[in-house]
């Protein structure tokens, strides 16, 4: 596979690019001696970014510099509203160390146990920690969900087929998938008595509240009267 690659400029000065062409970037990491701000045109890294996601290496070209820097994106920030890329974080990985970063799953095929008997399919997991060489990092991890054929059946994280040069971050008995059985009616019916009950008791506080409020109105009231009283007898 041809190692990916992203051409940028220097940047001085301005931050955010209003016409939504380009994306501001700084570059950094241990072998970079002092950090870079740099352009990206915004549809490249847009393409890019969906083919390579936050745990696939790339080439960061800038323009002037006779190589190119191997990075990850370490972290993208959007417009709010528009939902555009403002900001990038591009980490210059170093040979030979290390790295710890997210790896998104993809879960592939169907569940038995969803399909054939109605369960709910229960995810708990969309991304997973990793640590590794920067060589023998992977861009996802592939999760096939034909082997939750009944409730009972999980697929922790101990059942992943992964490089041994990789290591998961995560506890062997994690569990990323399961199934939950379809409720029964006798279960729908005493869900539905427990959300009227709640309900029932909500509705009561706010009774009590309001019966409350009357009770102290009524009281400033009479106060008031009495003080009106003593007034009047003192004229």
Not at 3 to 14: C, F, I, Q, W
Not at 63 to 70: I, T
Not at 117 to 146: A, H, Q, T, V, Y
């Amino acid at each position: 596979m041809k190692k990916l690659t992203l051409k940028a400029s220097l940047r001085e000065g301005v931050k955010r690019d209003k016409t939504f062409k380009k994306v501001s970037g700084i570059l950094y990491g241990p072998d970079v001696k002092e950090s870079k701000k740099v352009w990206v045109d915004f549809q490249e890294f847009n393409k890019m970014f969906k083919e390579a996601g936050e745990s696939t290496l790339f080439d960061l070209e800038i323009e002037g510099e006779k190589e190119g820097h191997s990075v990850l994106v370490y972290d993208v920030q959007k417009h709010p509203i528009s939902g555009q890329y403002q900001h990038v974080d591009f980490y210059k990985v170093k040979k030979g160390k290390k790295i710890e970063t997210s790896v998104e799953l993809e879960f592939i095929g169907e569940a038995p146990a969803v399909k054939e008997k109605g369960g709910m399919l229960i995810k708990n997991f969309d991304s997973l920690e990793i640590r590794c060489l920067p060589k023998d990092l992977i861009g996802k991890i592939k999760i096939d969900l034909s082997v939750l054929e009944d409730f009972e059946n999980t697929i922790r994280v101990g059942d992943l087929n992964i490089s041994s040069e990789v290591e998961l971050l995560s506890d062997s008995k994690t569990v990323i998938m399961s199934v939950a059985a379809p409720r029964t009616q006798e279960e729908i019916d005493q869900l539905n008595e427990k959300v009227e009950m709640d309900i029932d008791q909500v509705e009561g506080i706010k009774d009590e509240d309001e019966e409350g409020e009357e009770s102290d109105e009524d009281d400033k009231k009479e106060e008031k009267k009495e003080e009106s009283t003593d007034d009047d007898k003192k004229e």
